[in-house]
């Protein structure tokens, strides 16, 4: 995981497939309107303790022509969290979770394969809003230790902006800019809340349902990342959703504010929130 560019990002597949070793991207830029100061070197996240984030889940995703790969969180027995970019166009979405070392067998893993994908009726590409979307799983997932829903915000939570936290974000992204795989292992990032005041330096329209992550000690999300969670003091506030081109360092990272689509959660899915 590192500098930052929002995609797609899994390593997945059926147990009784091979896993792919080459894989596609879906990517979402943002053209930054400041330039910072470059340093080729990226110092990136560090790989996660197996299983510790057992909501972070794989997705590999088709459609008739093409195929990539994203992330996800698995919110209920029945529903994944994602991005809107990782589900649009996809008529099936191989949905792995349990897994630390997606290029292995795992005892842990599970691989279901869903063809149904709730993507928000307001998600527009172009602008980069609303990119926010859910998979249903084709049957009930059984918890276990490596596998537990992520915890979402209440709405009391719904006018924190959380600027100034430190927040998590994890996925098999690339871990530098000049990466051509995704990383064998489940890797993690912790990195300071910005406020849309201070991301709006960087970009134009940084509207209130986003949330910008520093790029400050170059790091960030990656491509393969698209879809992940970011995580606060054990909830979830953000789905990673955009960077900037070639996963530039010192740039921020963008998320999909979920406290600004809790009631489109509830109201898609089986998720019952606090209010």
């Known amino acids: 995981m590192k500098s930052f560019v929002a995609f797609l990002f899994i390593l997945t597949v059926s147990c009784t497939f091979s896993k792919p070793t080459n894989f596609g991207f879906r990517n979402l830029y943002k053209t930054p309107k400041t330039k910072v100061k470059i340093n080729p070197r990226i110092i990136g996240g560090q790989e996660a303790e197996p299983h510790s984030i057992p909501y972070q889940v794989l997705l590999e995703a088709h459609s008739e022509t093409q195929f990539w790969y994203c992330g996800g969180s698995l919110i209920s027995q029945n529903y994944v969290l994602t991005a809107e970019h990782c589900g649009v166009d996809a008529t099936e979405i191989y949905v792995t979770l349990g897994a630390h070392k997606p290029l292995e067998d795992e005892d842990t893993q599970i691989t279901l394969i869903s063809t149904e994908v709730k993507i928000h009726e307001d998600y527009d590409g172009d602008k980069l809003i609303n990119d926010?979307?859910?998979i249903k799983l084709p049957e009930p997932v059984t918890f276990t230790s490596a596998i537990q829903p992520a915890i979402?915000?209440?709405?009391?939570?719904?006018e924190n902006t959380y600027a100034g936290d430190t927040a998590r974000v994890s996925g098999w992204g690339l871990t530098s800019m000049y990466e051509t795989k995704l990383s064998e292992v489940l890797n993690y990032l912790d990195m300071e809340v910005m406020s849309n005041e201070a991301c709006i330096?960087?970009?134009e329209d940084v509207i209130?349902?986003?949330v910008c992550t520093s790029g400050e000690n170059e790091t960030g999300s990656c491509s393969g990342d698209s879809?992940?969670?970011l995580v606060f003091d054990d909830v979830q506030i953000g789905v990673v959703s955009f960077g900037v081109i070639f996963c530039m360092p010192s740039y921020p990272s963008g998320f999909t504010r979920i406290t600004s689509f809790l009631e489109w959660i509830e109201t898609n899915s089986?998720?019952?929130l606090n209010n």
């Not at 979402?152 to 719904?158: E, F, I, Q, T, V």
């Open 227 to 229: 879809g992940g969670p």
């Open 132 to 134: 926010i979307g859910l």
């Open 152 to 158: 979402l915000p209440s709405y009391h939570d719904s």
């Open 208 to 210: 209130p349902s986003i």
């Open 201 to 203: 330096e960087f970009f």
């Open 270 to 272: 089986d998720v019952e």
